[in-house]
């Protein structure tokens, strides 16, 4: 069994549907659990929310899920973080690799961002979106994790004191043996590696598909997977059929503000969450659920929340607020309204962003899930295997078509 390790939960939904779109009998976990796993599993996916909070919280959670997943049959391990490479100055990609390495006695760590099938490559040790940089990118506007420096070895460097190399895409290119045996020469601790393609991400798999400990996006997992595939496996079961919907959107990625306006121009009921004019959380959820219940019932078209802006305005507000004061609140807020429309009979939420998609999986007590079927390439219907039926669309914020929100609901 494969375990792996997401330091998000919309990354850990998009690395589970890679590995079970591979043939992975694949279960995934919220939170470090506390109960035993369910046996039947090719590999076992841990979400946790460590992106960005202080690096010794995120080491402390991250090893015991590796204690976890290995008490459970784990041979190795998948720490998977963003295809933005995106994390604070301080980590978290850094210490928890290191910590990682160490419980695991990994001499060699190999990496890469690369998810072709999200325009997100390296290329000679740089991080593109599309065409362009990464630094030139929306992502140097990020209000948490901005990245403003494309070359990846150095973003690396800033969070590790072990030496960060390089394979460069010509040795790629020439396919596992000679990645295998570049990674074996090596002197550095950690392997940045070029991907611009698929192909690219099955050869690397392949190569190091019995390392204990490798590191990447979605796209690297997939190779890993391909490299252990056991059978097909299809899609769970929707429990709760055409039941009400509704969007939770946090996220203030260019994709997701698209995706806002077009549920806007489908005219759907929209209300924004304004953190400045009301700066607590249990008032902003209170004022969400007041107008929700003012729309008439569950029977009308599905409606939006969202706290998502542009970049102007949410430079405005985290000038006011502080960008970590703002961010709290709206994952508090957004958490009490996803509970509180549960409660009133929503059966189908759409969650758009990381930070979103964790507070309502913690606000709803989710533990564990299946994996259904894609709406999006990387974005999956999942369903909690206890509890009430409920479908779960956990949305990262750069993922899915300008109409995802409205064909999802």
């Not at 490479?85 to 760590?109: C, K, Q, R």
């Not at 000679?124 to 990464?134: E, Q, S, T, W």
């Not at 946090?250 to 209300?271: D, I, K, N, Y």
Request: hydrophobic share 50%; net charge negative; proline share 7%.
């Amino acid at each position: 069994m494969i375990g792996a390790i997401a330091d998000d939960v919309t990354g850990a939904t998009d690395v589970a549907v890679a590995m079970r779109r591979e043939g992975l009998r694949t279960l995934l976990v919220f939170g470090v659990p506390s109960k035993p796993a369910p046996a039947g599993h090719d590999a076992v996916v841990v979400a946790l929310k460590s992106r960005t909070i202080p690096a010794a919280d995120a080491v402390e959670q991250s090893c015991r899920a590796l204690g976890w997943l290995q008490e459970h049959g784990a041979e190795s391990t998948y720490f998977k973080f963003c295809s933005t490479f995106d994390s604070t100055p301080a980590g978290n990609i850094g210490p928890v690799l290191d910590a990682l390495a160490d419980e695991m006695a990994a001499p060699t760590v190999v990496l890469t961002p690369s998810s072709p099938e999200h325009a997100r490559t390296q290329y000679l040790g740089h991080l593109f979106v599309g065409d362009v940089l990464i630094s030139d990118s929306h992502m140097r506007h990020h209000p948490l994790t901005p990245m403003t420096d494309p070359v990846l070895a150095r973003v690396l460097q800033r969070q590790t004191e072990r030496p960060v190399g390089l394979i460069p895409h010509a040795v790629v290119r020439a396919g596992r043996t000679e990645i295998r045996a570049a990674a074996a020469a090596a002197r550095e601790h950690y392997l940045l590696v070029d991907a611009v393609s698929d192909a690219d991400l099955r050869e690397i798999g392949a190569a190091v598909a019995e390392f204990p400990l490798v590191a990447g996006a979605s796209g690297l997992a997939a190779g890993l997977a391909a490299a252990r595939r056991v059978t097909g496996v299809g899609a769970a079961d929707d429990p709760v059929g055409a039941a009400p919907a509704a969007v939770l959107a946090g996220s203030c990625s260019a994709r997701t503000l698209e995706q806002v306006e077009a549920m806007r121009a489908a005219g759907r009921p929209t209300h924004l969450l304004d953190v400045v004019a009301e700066p607590d959380a249990g008032r902003l959820a209170a004022r969400a659920l007041d107008w929700f219940d003012g729309l008439g019932g569950l029977g009308g078209p599905a409606p939006l929340v969202y706290s998502s802006v542009p970049p102007a305005r949410l430079a405005a507000i985290q000038a006011a607020l502080g960008a970590q004061r703002a961010a709290d609140l709206i994952e508090q807020a957004m958490g009490e309204i996803a509970a509180g429309l549960v409660a009133r009979g929503v059966r189908r939420i759409v969650a758009a962003g990381g930070e979103t998609s964790g507070a309502v999986v913690a606000a709803l007590g989710v533990e564990a899930v299946e994996i259904g079927p894609e709406a999006a390439r990387g974005v999956p219907w999942i369903y909690p295997t206890s509890g009430d039926p409920l479908a779960l669309l956990l949305k990262s914020g750069n993922f899915g078509e300008a109409d995802l929100l409205v064909r999802a609901t």
